[in-house]
């Protein structure tokens, strides 16, 4: 009877578990955005097949980019009709709301590409499906959702573990899907269109995730914090047990079980602003790196894509040994510098990029850099209530991207202008960002 009890208990805490969402979506978003940066070059090299070499590059180059500008516009600025009104539906009706219905955008927006390369469809389609896609939520409801479970689920003292450990398992599927992507995008090119087998994965995996998120997934519930453990011992006259892992400026004194302790507005601001920073730095570099690694002196080809997709999201592996062992010793604050200073550095190696092992050193020197982000939001959480975290989270993420889709618009024309002289110009501008990052966190 107890073993059977044990295994029910031990199969509804796995129920809990928000992973297997976040490893389908992102295997299936990793197919995806090497499949749409493809068809949208071999779009447009089509387009301009009559022109010279050497001026067909440039002029492929630069469509691609005008191409990326509107999309991520459209996909950035759409969710902003919809995510915060979906994450308070989250926080005040149910917390799978702000996960489930953006995982049906997803599927929605991901099969009009498959249509597109079937019916050969014009590639301002693809427009259609950003909007599509941001409307139900996006990204930015998304993961605002993903993060509020998470956190539910967690104890203060290891919530920065518990977050990078989804981030990791986001990082792993991404590395996994990306080394898979230029193959399957190529190897089945004999009997199927080209980009066919490789868009029906990552439908087949949204559709995956939308069903267990509906049927399988169930709500944490939320692990209690210091305030309210305060507040109960009160109650009852007892003593406060100290707290552990909070960020320093939230930690109680001596007396604190006196008085309840208030979540510090200028700190909140002063990791917004981090975030915001360190977000247009890698946003800049790493949305001209795909344009980048198309032309000369790279020149790289499918396989060799997906093979500079995986090197990205083999960080998140770094990342999460990174805060795995630094959060024993060091505080949240000391994790975000070092995580900021390893993307700084390593940008600032990509301005010099001509070989392509000089851009594995570059991606290696990042091994740290996606700690910042989960690290801030852990921060976050510790200086609100449980049921704030969607709305909290949601905010954060509209400032992320509302910075992202002004960044890289931005980004995409300065790339365009310096093309010609130094098509390394935007990741100088990525490291002077990242500096600037580090001003918030003194």
């Given at each position: 009877m107890g073993a059977t009890i044990g295994t029910m208990v031990g199969m509804t805490m796995m129920r809990t578990w928000v992973e297997p969402v976040v490893a389908g979506s992102q295997l299936a978003s990793a197919f995806y955005d090497t499949a749409l940066l493809l068809v949208v070059k071999n779009y447009y090299n089509q387009?301009?097949?009559?022109?010279?070499?050497?001026?067909?590059?440039?002029?492929?180059?630069?469509?691609?980019?005008?191409?990326?500008?509107?999309?991520?516009?459209?996909?950035?600025?759409?969710?902003?009709?919809s995510a915060y009104g979906l994450s308070k539906l989250g926080d005040k009706v149910h917390r799978k709301i702000p996960i489930c219905l953006p995982l049906l955008g997803y599927l929605g927006s991901k099969s009009l590409l498959l249509l597109l390369i079937l019916l050969d469809?014009?590639?301002?389609?693809?427009?259609?499906?950003?909007?599509?896609?941001?409307?139900?939520?996006?990204?930015?409801?998304?993961?605002?959702?993903?993060?509020?479970?998470?956190?539910?689920?967690?104890?203060?003292?290891?919530?920065?573990?518990?977050?990078?450990?989804?981030?990791?398992?986001?990082?792993?599927?991404?590395?996994?899907?990306?080394?898979?992507?230029?193959?399957?995008?190529?190897?089945?090119?004999?009997?199927?269109?080209?980009?066919?087998?490789?868009?029906?994965?990552?439908?087949?995996?949204?559709?995956?995730?939308?069903?267990?998120?509906?049927?399988?997934?169930?709500?944490?519930?939320?692990?209690?914090?210091?305030?309210?453990k305060a507040k109960g011992v009160e109650e009852v006259g007892g003593q406060v047990p100290a707290c552990t892992?909070?960020?320093?400026?939230?930690?109680?004194?001596?007396?604190?079980?006196?008085?309840?302790?208030?979540?510090?507005?200028?700190?909140?601001?002063?990791?917004?602003?981090?975030?915001?920073?360190?977000?247009?730095?890698?946003?800049?570099?790493?949305?001209?790196l795909p344009l980048f690694l198309l032309r000369e002196p790279l020149s790289w080809n499918a396989v060799q894509i997906g093979y500079g997709n995986a090197a990205g999201y083999a960080i998140f592996i770094t990342s999460f040994l990174g805060v795995f062992v630094f959060s024993k010793y060091l505080r949240d604050i000391t994790m975000i510098i070092i995580g900021v200073v390893s993307f700084t550095v390593g940008v600032l190696i990509m301005v010099f990029v001509r070989w392509t092992f000089l851009f594995y050193i570059a991606r290696a020197v990042m091994l740290f850099a996606l700690i910042p982000l989960p690290t801030i939001r852990s921060m976050l959480s510790k200086h609100v209530e449980g049921s704030s975290y969607g709305k909290v989270f949601v905010l954060l993420q509209l400032s992320l991207v509302i910075t992202g889709v002004v960044t890289s618009t931005v980004f995409n024309k300065i790339y365009q202008s310096t093309l010609n002289w130094y098509s390394s110009f935007c990741f100088i501008l990525s490291f002077l960002a990242g500096c600037l990052s580090l001003l918030p966190l003194r």
């Open positions: 387009t301009n097949s009559t022109a010279p070499s050497h001026l067909m590059q440039d002029a492929q180059q630069k469509a691609v980019s005008n191409f990326y500008i509107i999309y991520n516009l459209v996909l950035g600025l759409s969710p902003l009709v469809w014009p590639i301002e389609v693809m427009y259609g499906a950003a909007a599509f896609n941001g409307l139900t939520g996006g990204f930015t409801t998304f993961w605002a959702g993903i993060m509020a479970l998470g956190s539910l689920g967690s104890s203060e003292s290891r919530r920065s573990l518990r977050l990078i450990i989804i981030e990791l398992v986001y990082g792993l599927a991404g590395f996994l899907g990306s080394m898979a992507s230029g193959y399957l995008f190529v190897g089945f090119s004999d009997r199927y269109r080209e980009g066919t087998v490789l868009v029906s994965c990552s439908i087949a995996c949204y559709a995956f995730c939308l069903l267990y998120s509906i049927f399988v997934l169930i709500v944490p519930k939320s692990a209690p914090s210091c305030t309210a892992g909070a960020a320093e400026s939230a930690q109680p004194s001596e007396n604190s079980s006196k008085a309840p302790v208030t979540p510090s507005k200028f700190i909140i601001i002063l990791l917004f602003a981090a975030a915001i920073l360190y977000d247009l730095a890698v946003v800049g570099a790493m949305n001209v």
